[in-house]
């Protein structure tokens, strides 16, 4: 009987302590470290909106975006950050050029200045990455590829990516891309053959994008994978809802309809990558290749059968998580820059002639090639003065005295 209650108040103090240990760690996250983190940054002077309890400035972004598009744009103008981020330009006037919202728990720090930025890229570039929250809002969607990796995790894996796009590599898939576009243009020709007077070319640049990236670097056609990039982009649509959101620890167990959306096209997505990845393990393992190939997924394949003495090694889930990223995110900024570049030609009747004068010069009437490029000026040295670099970029500081020395050195 001694022993038995001997267990139980063992177990119970296990229990207790337990329990104080999770309430003190939930405390801390959600309430005595952001209140800490407030009071450092208003002692050196950086200041910003009240935060809400949990919740932080996420309502009063939310809020500052629904008014900033709730109507559509008068006319063409590369004032984009008005629009798009109307909190920065709102709280930068009120509080300066530095200042500080809260993303939930999560303080974020908005930098403005130049060479401010320029230093934390540089001499602090090991002490940053992507935060818990990024990660955590892009799991299901390009998992702990490249773009989520940090530290020497990222070192590692932009090192085996590398090789895929060095320069000679992509000039020996020139060949390619010059195809891609041609079956882009002629499906556009047959779309305004047709009768078609208004055509969404943001498609179009998606497509050609989309089958460049899944011929040069996972050796499938658009027409193979666009059900990958179709599911993709929903999984992209249903991550971006989220951040919009409080994340708490354990929600994504909640039996939710977003969840389960969410889980349901993880699995489809996953299922198609395997497809395409024990193809072509299937070729090496009946004789019918003698290598995985020397593209990205050829690469991923020869990495994951190493065995690193440095502790990295690669899983099959990494490579699908690499796999989506290069898949979706690889192909859409491309696409994006085609899209407004497009849209900036439509928009500068006289610049259109220029660049059709040039490329006709150029060319001479023949398909354009790795041989042209160098000979074209106005495309290649005025015209991505058209366009505006990224409006921001999202670091987050592994360690306390970054952000410390960071507004130190500010004011």
Request: net charge positive; with cysteine.
């Amino acid at each position: 009987m001694g022993v038995i209650l001997l267990v139980l108040t063992s177990l119970l103090v296990i229990f207790i302590f337990s329990f104080l240990k999770v309430a003190y760690d939930t405390i801390s996250c959600y309430f005595l470290t952001p209140r800490r983190i407030k009071k450092i940054m208003e002692k050196q002077g950086v200041r910003g909106p009240k935060p809400r309890p949990l919740t932080g400035n996420i309502l009063d972004v939310a809020s500052f975006l629904s008014q900033s598009t709730s109507k559509d744009m008068d006319q063409i103008t590369h004032d984009t950050v008005s629009r798009l981020l109307p909190h920065y330009v709102a709280w930068s006037k009120q509080y300066g050029k530095r200042f500080i919202f809260w993303n939930g728990v999560e303080p974020r720090l908005c930098i403005s200045e130049t060479e401010m930025i320029k230093e934390l890229l540089t001499k602090y570039s090991t002490k940053s990455g992507k935060s818990w929250l990024q990660r955590e809002g892009t799991k299901h969607f390009i998992g702990r590829g490249l773009l989520m990796a940090n530290g020497s995790d990222w070192s590692h894996q932009r090192h085996i990516a590398a090789p895929s796009f060095m320069g000679e590599r992509l000039k020996s898939n020139a060949g390619l891309m010059v195809e891609c576009t041609k079956n882009m243009l002629q499906s556009l020709r047959n779309a305004v053959e047709s009768g078609l007077t208004e055509v969404e070319i943001g498609e179009y640049m998606s497509r050609v994008t989309a089958d460049i990236i899944s011929r040069t670097q996972f050796g499938s056609s658009y027409e193979k994978g666009k059900q990958i990039f179709h599911l993709l982009t929903e999984l992209q649509s249903l991550c971006h809802q989220a951040t919009r959101h409080l994340c708490l620890p354990g929600s994504r167990f909640f039996p939710s309809n977003y969840n389960r959306q969410i889980k349901s096209k993880k699995m489809e997505v996953d299922r198609l990558l395997l497809e395409i990845i024990q193809s072509r393990k299937d070729c090496v393992e009946i004789g019918r290749s003698s290598s995985y190939g020397d593209d990205l997924l050829g690469m991923l394949l020869n990495e994951m059968e190493r065995k690193r003495s440095d502790g990295f090694n690669i899983n099959l889930q990494l490579v699908m998580d690499e796999c989506k990223t290069f898949f979706f995110a690889g192909h859409e900024t491309t696409s994006l820059l085609l899209t407004w570049t497009v849209m900036l030609l439509a928009s500068n009747p006289c610049w259109q002639e220029k660049v059709r004068a040039e490329v006709s010069e150029v060319c001479n009437g023949e398909t354009p090639s790795i041989d042209h490029l160098p000979k074209f000026n106005l495309v290649s040295k005025n015209l991505p003065i058209l366009s505006k670099s990224v409006p921001f970029t999202l670091n987050h500081a592994k360690q306390r005295a970054i952000i410390l020395l960071a507004v130190k050195s500010m004011v």
